[in-house]
């Protein structure tokens, strides 16, 4: 084969990929949050939370610690702050053997605090178990899930409410996560870039919930949901909120976003923590994938769909990528000669240098434009990861929290 030939055929092989890869990460990056764009546009934009009940639900804010000692007396406050009737109030709290002094901050607020009921767990249990542990011990006719590090605004709970009491259709209804403590000095930012993203995503969540009452997925930091639809979380879920959601929208009940039920999360500053997280949270998305993957035969529309578009996509991308780069990788090596090895050798120091590492040997302002990639690309390897993790490892559901910062 000559030289020109060779290189027609190889960049060829290279683009096809290339276009490929991109097709599929323009539907649920751009295409599909477009089209929810377009149709939110004719669309009465409010769900209605005018009408307030002229008595509030009972409620069970339930949640599992370990070794939080750091946030655990900031987040017990906020919900003893909040603005609701407290004698329909039960704060629910399981420790999973804590080694700190996070159960004696808990029984602390205990002997003064009737609402707290506390239960330690003998051996590490796992953070699913707590919670079904926790939601079996009371009778609400509301379970609030939320985690040690979210800290909720005053009228976060009665935000998170109003929609179940003026829908009965509504089922489940997520919070608005907002991230502090992120500090000016991280090196990746990815708490920043995070706050991005997470906005972004929110805004699709309301959006889907405001046309078909179908946001995909709630913030397992802050959500409500009838008790009559929670579900036991099997053995081992670390995403239980996903596994909550896909539940009630396969029950054909309504999930939607509170945009003014505000709550913040503790941020940790340091990037391997995050990194850490992102893949256990993939990790549980393949999980959860396991379960409903039928979704998308069985309840098409909207369910489905939406599934598929705004989730499966999104985690399967990872997979396209490693496979056309596996594609490429083959593929120069048949090829033989200079040119695929120097081609290889080029691509994968430009992914390393440029798109991971631009801080580190780029200018400032363009290390600045490239960061959103780079955040990018490092939540796409997490996913990898994940997946890797899930088909490797079989889950206890046992964790360690990030670190807290010390505001």
């Not at 330690?120 to 040690?148: E, H, P, Y």
Request: glycine share 6%; hydrophobic share 45%; charged share 20%.
């Amino acid at each position: 084969m000559s030289l020109m030939l060779e290189y027609y055929v190889f960049y060829g092989f290279i683009f096809e990929t290339l276009v490929l890869a991109i097709l599929l990460m323009l539907i649920p990056y751009f295409l599909y949050p477009k089209l929810v764009n377009l149709i939110y546009k004719y669309k009465s934009h409010d769900i209605n939370v005018n009408v307030k009940p002229e008595v509030w639900p009972s409620v069970d804010i339930v949640f599992a610690a370990f070794n939080e000692e750091t946030v655990i007396r900031e987040k017990i406050e906020s919900i003893l702050a909040l603005n609701y009737p407290k004698d329909l109030l039960k704060i629910r709290i399981g420790s999973d053997c804590s080694t700190d002094s996070t159960d004696l901050i808990i029984e602390e607020f205990q002997k003064r605090e009737k609402i707290i009921d506390f239960v330690r767990m003998n051996t590490r249990s796992g953070k699913s178990n707590i919670i079904n542990a926790l939601v079996k011990r009371g009778k609400s006719k509301i379970i609030v899930g939320t985690d040690a590090n979210i800290f909720f605004h005053p009228d976060a709970l009665k935000e998170m409410i109003l929609p179940i009491a003026n829908d009965n259709e509504v089922h489940l209804v997520g919070g608005n996560l907002v991230y502090r403590g992120i500090s000016k000095n991280l090196l990746n930012n990815i708490s920043k870039n995070e706050k991005l993203y997470i906005n972004w995503e929110n805004d699709l969540k309301n959006k889907e919930g405001v046309i078909w009452g179908s946001s995909m997925g709630v913030e397992g930091g802050c959500y409500a949901i009838k008790r009559e639809s929670f579900q036991e979380i099997p053995f081992g879920t670390l995403m239980e909120d996903f596994f909550q959601t896909m539940n009630v929208l396969k029950s054909n009940k309504k999930v939607v976003f509170a945009p003014k039920a505000i709550c913040t999360e503790d941020v940790s500053n340091e990037s391997n923590m995050e990194f850490k997280r992102k893949i256990r949270i993939s990790q549980g998305n393949w999980q959860n994938l396991k379960y409903f993957y039928t979704t998308v035969l069985t309840n098409t529309f909207p369910t489905g769909i939406i599934f598929l578009c705004h989730k499966i996509l999104r985690w399967t991308l990872p997979i396209f990528f490693f496979l056309g780069s596996l594609r490429n990788i083959i593929f120069s090596f048949l090829q033989g000669g200079q040119l695929a090895i120097i081609s290889i050798i080029f691509q994968i120091l430009l992914l390393i240098l440029f798109v991971l590492f631009p801080q580190r040997i780029l200018p400032k302002a363009l290390s600045n434009f490239l960061k959103p990639l780079s955040y990018f690309s490092w939540m796409n390897i997490a996913l990898f990861l994940g997946l890797i993790r899930y088909l490797r490892t079989s889950e206890t559901g046992i964790w360690q929290p990030t670190t807290r910062n010390k505001l």
